[in-house]
């Protein structure tokens, strides 16, 4: 084969290292509890599950629409159906935001832990990824603010973070929100939201109802438990939702995706179980993991962090020799820590009892 020497992709594409996603796969294993990708380890709603059956009938179809979804969800969230979009997961809404709104030249800013999407989707579309350090792990909005300038198009902030598990309050996000320069976007992404107590709103939804500049980003891959069909939405200022469907692709989310996010959206008794369930169960765990000797950061997540030091890697062994799989989280420049999700009371009690029994 020839080779062209001449056909390159844009800047920064050959700088990405392609995201891995969590490991699910043990080699001998007669059981694995995945706890790798901080998925819902009780599934979906059963409403959820019956719609995406419903459609098997009329996979030849394509979508008829997106607005059943959007007015769904703005029903029960008190939002407008109009400033609602949806994409393939929120993964496809950060890649088009940088797509749609950054160039070479420009700079994507979030946090030294961030979301590892940031750092992707800003290289693809050929912008400068830009972090901000942060203080015990947790979002430092004054150093978001001096990391700002001119170039500044886009700035992330993810809370609760992944994989860190810690937030920032509304009025450190206001805060944020003020000090953004008049070219630049705040993004919020709230893909673990719906595991908050109410007392932890972080007044997300307030500050993109309200101001023209601030959007917020959601999932239905964590709580809802449908992180196989890809379905995510975001609800943003009105300039932002006309740019963004001039840039999806006409048919972006799936047919059987869209009735069973209907679906889902309607169960708020089963989110809110799972929401319960969550809270119980990290902290429990937390605890435990806490008892044997670990650090582990307060998580508002549905994740633990853990500081394991230099046998992170020994630790990960003695998990997988369990059957039970974390993931390591070198990428995001935590070396020496782990992240485990944290599953159902069986597999919570077996990464305790295996952590307890870690040599230290």
Not at 28 to 38: C, D, E, F, P
Not at 49 to 64: C, K, Q, V, W
Not at 149 to 154: G, S, W
Not at 340 to 349: F, H, K, L, N, W
Request: proline share 5%; with cysteine.
């Amino acid at each position: 084969m020839t080779e062209h020497s001449t056909i390159k992709p844009r800047a920064g594409v050959l700088n990405i290292s392609p995201y891995v996603g969590g490991s699910s796969h043990i080699e001998g294993a007669n059981r694995v509890y995945k706890l790798s990708a901080n998925e819902n380890p009780h599934g979906p709603s059963t409403h959820a599950t019956a719609a995406f059956a419903d459609m098997s009938g009329n996979l030849a179809l394509y979508p008829e629409g997106q607005e059943p979804l959007a007015r769904t969800i703005a029903d029960v969230h008190g939002i407008e159906a109009d400033r609602i979009v949806l994409g393939a997961g929120s993964d496809e809404i950060i890649s088009l935001l940088c797509q749609a709104y950054t160039t070479a030249g420009d700079e994507v800013l979030y946090s030294e832990h961030g979301f590892l999407m940031y750092k992707l989707s800003a290289l693809a579309a050929g912008a400068t990824p830009v972090t901000a350090p942060e203080t015990d792990l947790t979002v430092n909005v004054d150093a978001l603010i001096a990391a700002m300038n001119a170039r500044t198009k886009l700035v992330f902030v993810a809370n609760p973070n992944n994989p860190t598990g810690t937030m920032i309050g509304n009025a450190d996000l206001a805060r944020l929100a003020d000090a953004l320069p008049p070219q630049a976007l705040l993004v919020i992404d709230a893909a673990y939201a719906e595991y908050l107590r109410p007392s932890d709103d972080d007044g997300a939804k307030e500050l993109a109802r309200t101001r023209d500049n601030v959007m917020m980003t959601r999932t239905f891959s964590k709580i809802y438990g449908l992180g196989g069909l890809r379905l995510g939405w975001a609800y943003a200022p009105s300039h932002v939702c006309d740019i963004f469907q001039r840039v999806r692709g006409p048919f972006n989310v799936n047919a059987p995706a869209l009735a069973a996010g209907i679906a889902a959206m309607r169960d708020q008794a089963y989110v809110e179980k799972c929401r319960v369930t969550n809270e119980v169960w990290r902290d429990w765990l937390a605890r435990e993991i806490a008892a044997a000797g670990f650090g582990v950061v307060p998580s508002k997540g549905n994740f633990l962090l853990v500081h394991v030091g230099e046998n992170v890697a020994a630790l990960e062994t003695h998990l997988k020799s369990r059957g039970l799989i974390g993931r390591r989280v070198d990428a995001y420049g935590l070396a020496g820590y782990f992240r485990i999700s944290v599953g159902d009371e069986e597999a919570c009690r077996l990464v305790a009892e295996a952590v307890a029994s870690f040599p230290k």
